[in-house]
């Protein structure tokens, strides 16, 4: 069991089977002396950045139990702990690193590659990952769940070349499930609209997400339907990480992860082969690693290409090919995310 100060709570009693994703979600731990606290790691709390450098911690309570108690290389601890290298300003490393902005087409949509649209579905996460892009982005103003979908529908209504949605975020399941049924609705009259693709990291920071309501709703999407999941380290899969995504199978979709390279948290052979492996487990399918995208604050969990490539050369000789997930970086203007 964990050994943490009095009165702390690694995990709400909530946990149990049934319990309220949207509570579970409010009940996160945002405070950094707090998890530092729950980790026994108090005596490292002078090294905090001030002011979380902009952008606060959030960690769900059942994630922080997967991490490793007074260890402060936990390579989960290490994702979402404000660091002091965060306010470094490096060459390179910017607000808007991969050009998000200039591919966007109508509220809350981005259209860069043939065929896939992109729905910013909501600005929310119920994690705040140090390495994310979304530290910079103008969330306020992008968000296509606003007024029933409607601008986001009316841009697919006019495009037919578009035949797979994709809804990302943020989170798009930081929506109520009522609101993902409206845009399903909106579907419906829009034929040339045949794969629905969700990314989400919610399957597994906080699991309960996959909830009875949601499960029936995807189920009964008429598509056909891909859960890109987002896990970096073996260590994030858990019992109710497993649960989660045999609900997600259970609907009918195809269920994928990415990750990003982040120094420090899984960039060795070892720790890499582990997420496949225990990926598979869990019936899903690496699909992309991801180079870091540069984005300001993020400069410290870069891996050299060098590197990263001979880490996916020592993958493909001890793995099956379909557990080598393909090493991408996002380039702007690019037609496609770009191979190394
Ligand atoms: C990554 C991305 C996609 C999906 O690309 P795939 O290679 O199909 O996974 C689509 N649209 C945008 C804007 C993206 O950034
Ligand atoms: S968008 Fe994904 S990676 Fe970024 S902060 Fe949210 S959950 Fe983390």
Not at 141 to 159: F, H, K, V
Not at 192 to 216: G, K, M, N, Y
Request: hydrophobic share 45%; aromatic share 6%.
């Amino acid at each position: 069991m964990i050994t943490a100060s009095p009165g702390a709570r690694i995990t709400p009693d909530a946990t149990a089977a049934g319990a309220d994703w949207r509570q579970l979600w409010r009940d996160a731990v945002t405070d950094a002396g707090e998890l530092l606290a729950l980790l026994g790691l108090s005596h490292l709390a002078g090294q905090l950045p001030p002011a979380d450098a902009g952008f606060p911690l959030r960690v769900p309570r059942g994630f922080v139990a997967r991490m490793r108690q007074g260890d402060p290389r936990d390579p989960l601890l290490l994702q979402v702990l404000p660091q002091l290298a965060e306010l470094d300003e490096v060459p390179g490393f910017v607000t808007d690193a991969v050009g998000d902005l200039a591919a966007r087409e109508a509220q809350g949509v981005l259209h860069k590659y043939q065929g896939r649209a992109l729905l910013i579905a909501s600005g929310s996460c119920a994690i705040n990952c140090r390495y994310c892009f979304r530290r910079h982005f103008p969330y306020g103003e992008e968000m296509a769940a606003a007024g029933q979908w409607r601008q986001a529908l009316e841009y697919l209504r006019q495009d037919h070349s578009v035949s797979e949605l994709i809804l990302s975020g943020g989170d798009p399941l930081a929506l109520a499930t009522a609101k993902l049924e409206e845009l399903g609705r909106g579907l419906a009259g829009l034929p040339h609209v045949t794969r629905l693709r969700i990314h989400s990291r919610l399957p597994v920071v906080l699991p309960e997400r996959i909830d009875d309501a949601f499960v029936a709703w995807l189920a009964s999407v008429p598509l056909q339907k891909v859960v890109v999941l987002h896990a970096n380290h073996a260590n994030e899969l858990d019992a109710s990480v497993d649960a989660a995504c045999a609900r997600l199978r259970a609907t009918g979709a195809t269920v994928l992860n990415q990750s990003v390279l982040l120094r420090g948290v899984n960039d060795d052979a070892d720790a890499l082969a582990a997420l496949s492996e225990r990926l598979f487990a869990a019936g899903v399918l690496p699909y992309y690693l991801h180079q870091l995208d540069r984005v300001q604050g993020a400069a410290h969990f870069e891996v050299a290409d060098g590197h990263a490539l001979a880490l996916v050369g020592a993958l493909r000789a001890r793995l099956p090919g379909y557990l080598v997930p393909r090493l991408v970086r996002e380039v702007g203007g690019d037609a496609s995310k770009r191979p190394l």
